[in-house]
């Protein structure tokens, strides 16, 4: 009996084992000439699931112009050779990549140099409307053009440096088997340019530096887009600092007013200090929400910025800065401030979850102190009440004694009616003190009874 060891395995373990392999780099021999670009199509959402869609959808597009079928379900690696040209489709959770590589253009690269090289690029082959239809949503455009050289003599020369509009050549040696160039401009075409020359890489290393240095300056761009969030954040950060001084400062100087306001019966400023403090944590939890997310993806890009420059194992060329020494004075500022704005974010936020603390403090001490007032005037109140109880005992007693006084007299009247010969009017008279006595004692054991 067979076994199907299919079966065995848990739902995960195809899909799981398959992920490691879903990205490769693309083969290249020098000389090659390649066009990438990231298209950042999302825009209001954090879903990743959205951004799949969407950028599917741009695929799906491009594919119907040549009469292939796009990837389907969630399918996130597409690759497909077009004839004319290759192309390598990835989408990541928040953009998408699209690398062309020119099939035939290994002759036109050697024959025309590197100068010409950058005019037959495969952006040549797409069509128009649909790099039209990207409008708006490209993040990265560059192309990169990959030659062969027999040493590293006649690199830095002339025809170099007139591929590059910057006044600033990044240049250095990978791997010790290659060179790679660049200024990470946009140049007059809308497109950055990189040079990479072919001394001896081994198979697939060219590949794989091609793709290095697209991720370096995809991850670049998009690690880049949480500047403006902190540049827009600072202001409103520092007007909302501004504010928590004036308002700590207020309960500084109020402080002795306060009590004399207690005083009065008014404590409302404090309420309305209150308040202003809980308009601005909302104002800064609410600013911290919108950045949280940008911030945390920039992080994330950077370290992958730097993880691909340390995969390059760059060498100094004699005067030209390295990628990783461009990325330190040019990237890592950028990144530095995001980092400082978060925290500046974090820290207000503590400043006035502990200035709501000490205000509600002293809200209480205010609350305590009215309590207190309150319970004095309760008390002065009940004493009132026991003086004005103890007159009014006074009067119950004698209008008790009237009342029973009163029945005494009706009864000796009725006892004087069936022929006793007694004198209704003296008895009573003669009976008031003991009916004034007894109801005094009874009024006053029953109190006793009440207190215990």
């Not at 790679?180 to 794989?208: E, H, M, N, P």
């Not at 109020?254 to 202003?276: C, H, K, N, P, Y």
Request: proline share 3%.
């Amino acid at each position: 009996m067979s076994l199907a060891y299919s079966q065995l395995n848990h739902p995960l373990r195809i899909p799981l084992a398959a992920e490691i392999h879903s990205r490769p780099s693309l083969r290249l021999r020098a000389p090659e000439a390649i066009t990438h670009l990231a298209v950042y199509a999302k825009t209001d959402s954090h879903v990743g699931g959205d951004n799949l869609s969407s950028q599917q959808e741009i695929l799906a597009s491009f594919c119907a112009y040549f009469g292939v079928a796009s990837p389907m379900g969630d399918a996130k690696y597409f690759f497909h050779d077009f004839g004319r040209f290759r192309l390598k489709w990835e989408c990541h959770t928040e953009f998408a990549t699209f690398t062309f590589v020119e099939n035939e253009n290994g002759e036109d690269v050697a024959g025309h140099g590197v100068i010409h090289a950058f005019n037959r690029v495969p952006i040549r082959h797409l069509p128009q409307q649909w790099l039209l239809d990207l409008q708006g949503k490209i993040m990265v455009a560059a192309h990169v053009v990959l030659i062969k050289g027999m040493d590293s003599s006649d690199t830095f020369n002339a025809p170099i440096m007139q591929i590059f509009e910057g006044s600033v050549l990044v240049g250095s040696d990978v791997l010790q088997r290659g060179e790679i160039w660049t200024d990470f401009l946009i140049q007059a075409d809308g497109f950055s340019r990189f040079v990479v020359k072919d001394l001896d890489f081994l198979d697939q290393q060219a590949g794989r530096i091609v793709q290095r240095l697209l991720e370096i300056e995809t991850y670049r761009m998009m690690a880049l887009l949480g500047l403006p969030y902190a540049q827009k954040a600072a202001p409103i950060l520092t007007a909302i600092e501004d504010e928590l001084v004036k308002l700590t400062a207020a309960m500084t100087l109020g402080s002795s007013a306060t009590f004399e306001a207690v005083e009065m019966g008014d404590a409302d400023s404090e309420q309305i200090l209150l308040r202003q403090i809980i308009d601005l944590a909302a104002r800064t939890e609410k600013l911290s929400t919108e950045n949280s997310y940008r911030f945390s993806a920039s992080k994330a890009y950077f370290r992958l910025v730097q993880s691909r420059i340390e995969e390059l194992r760059e060498n100094r060329i004699e005067g030209i800065p390295t990628i990783e020494e461009f990325m330190d004075r040019r990237l890592a500022p950028a990144m530095n401030t995001c980092e400082a704005i978060t925290r500046r974010q974090v820290t207000l936020a503590d400043r006035i979850a502990h200035t709501n603390d000490l205000l509600r403090t002293r809200v209480g001490i205010v609350q305590e102190q009215q309590n207190r007032r309150i319970l004095q005037s309760m008390n002065t109140r009940a004493a009132q009440q026991f003086r004005l109880q103890q007159a009014v005992e006074g009067l119950s007693v004698a209008a008790i004694t009237y009342y029973v006084a009163g029945l005494f007299q009706y009864a000796g009247k009725a006892l004087k009616a069936i022929g006793l010969q007694i004198n209704p009017d003296l008895v009573t008279g003669l009976l008031i003190p003991f009916i004034a006595g007894t109801v005094w004692l009874g009024l006053r054991r029953m109190h006793r009874r009440m207190h215990h």
